[in-house]
Structures are given as C-alpha cells and as structure tokens.
C-alpha cells in the first residue's frame, strides 16, 4: 500500500492508505497507535476482501503534521478530510479512547452510515476506582517537562487501571520507543476524554443525536469495567448493541474480531 495525503481544514497534511474494494470503512486509531502501530492495519487487512478500508494517522502520529495550537475541532475537521476521501456517509470502526474522537465527530454533525466502536475506556460504575483528581493535568504536566516515559506509565496505571508491576516491565516492550513518540499525543486526548474516567454513570439521553446502527464490542478476558461501560454505553446509545467477543482482551485479534465485525457490516 501506498501512502496517500489529504489536507485538512487548517491545512494540516494527514496521511492515509486505502486498501481493498467495496462499501467504505475508516478505521480510527486510540492512544499512541497510528498505522504502523495499534489494531487498524490488521483489521484493514482482514476486511480489504469485501470493503474498501481507509486507515489514516491522527494529527501529530505517524506521517501526519500536527498544526499548533491543538484544538478538539480541528482533530474531527481530519477525520472529515478522510471520509471525504471515501465518499460520506461511511462507516466508523474506532478503538479506545478512539471511540471519545468519532463520538465527538458524530455530535459535531458528521455524516456516517454505521458505527463499531470497540472498548471505550469509560468507568461508569463501582466496578473500579476512577482516575484521581487532577489526572488529566497531571499528565500534561508530564509531557511539558519532557517525561513521556513517567506520562506512559501514569496513564497506564491511573488512567487504564493496570497494575504497577507490571506498568514498571512496559519499558522492555518492543513498541515502547514508539509509545514514547507519541506520547504527547495523550495531552490531546484529554479533550474527549475529561469526564470518561470519573466513575459516574452515563446521563440519560447523553446520545441521542446518535441515529444510525451502531455496534459495541468488548472482549470477554478484558476487566470487568471495561465490559461494564461499553455495555452501559450500548444503553445509551438508541437502538445499539453490545457484543463481547470470547476470549478476546482490549489488544483485540484482527481475525477474531472481523468476522464479527463484517457481520455487523452486512446487516
């Protein structure tokens, strides 16, 4: 596959492939991943026989620019340039706190045929602890004083709720200089995901302006809040439906994931 570039509305340069033939599907990548690192290129892969698959890198990652100073609007103006590449309405696959970006898309008026939204990391009951007070800041801290390696492990212990023994071994991970790079990214994120962790339920109606069939996965192996919110999230959002899928985690298998995912595409 041959990289391709679309500018957004500020003029930003965002890099994209496109795989396969059929009805279009853009793939949205969560934290830190762009297309040389995360769920998306294997999933395009899988689903390049029957769809046309977009994958593009988010502003700042990858081969995309990254104007400053950042703005939520501007991120949905790049995500728009993409789909417009694949001709509106399409359909969105995102993962993680990728889930937050195309939400925020939707409610900001874009145009999309369908939604599959793999494991939003919401906390929306007492299932686990919520993210401390300051959090957020106290990442963006981090990143200004130049520590994307303690802002990586922050997160992954306050934010994604994994142990600290096992944050401590990240740094011997093979993708861990690559995490590093995007690491600063996770001060962007923090625009549509400020009330993601907070541990309250979602409130009535929150989704509604969501119209269109809408799936959401969660793997059976994952913690009990992850599974917890996305089927809370499943409630909230008209007519949507949760689906756990067996024996998966949040690093999800393409080719345990997509059968599932072209059924859902196919109804």
């Known amino acids: 596959m041959s990289t391709s570039t679309v500018i957004s509305k500020d003029g930003t340069v965002i890099a994209y492939e496109k795989i396969g033939s059929g009805p279009a599907v853009v793939l949205v990548d969560g934290a830190f991943c762009y297309r040389n690192m995360g769920p998306c290129a294997a999933v395009a892969q899988e689903l390049s026989d029957q769809y046309t698959v977009y994958t593009y890198d988010r502003r700042g ?41 195309v939400l925020a898309a939707v409610e900001h008026g874009l145009a999309v045929a369908k939604l599959a939204l793999y494991e939003y990391p919401l906390i929306t009951d007492d299932s686990r602890k919520p993210a401390p007070p300051g959090y957020q800041d106290h990442i963006t801290e981090l990143i200004a004083a130049d520590k994307p390696g303690k802002a990586i492990k922050y997160f992954m212990h306050a934010g994604v709720g994994l142990p600290s023994v096992l944050v401590a071994l990240f740094p011997l991970m093979p993708g861990w200089s690559k995490m590093k790079k995007t690491a600063f990214t996770l001060t962007y994120d923090r625009y549509f995901m400020q009330d993601a962790l907070d541990g309250r339920p979602i409130p009535d109606g929150r989704y509604d302006y969501i119209t269109v069939p809408t799936a959401i996965f969660a793997g059976s192996k994952s913690p009990k809040w992850m599974r917890h919110s996305n089927a809370a999230l499943a409630q909230a959002i008209p007519g949507a439906h949760y689906i756990e899928l067996p024996g998966q985690t949040h690093q999800v298998k393409a080719r345990l994931f997509t059968p599932t995912l072209k059924k859902f595409l196919a109804a």
């Open 61 to 101: 990652r990858g081969e995309s620019g990254d104007t400053l100073p950042y703005d939520l609007q501007r991120e949905i103006e790049d995500l728009a340039a993409v789909t417009a590449e694949a001709g509106e309405p399409v359909t969105l696959c995102t993962f993680s706190s990728g889930v937050g970006l």
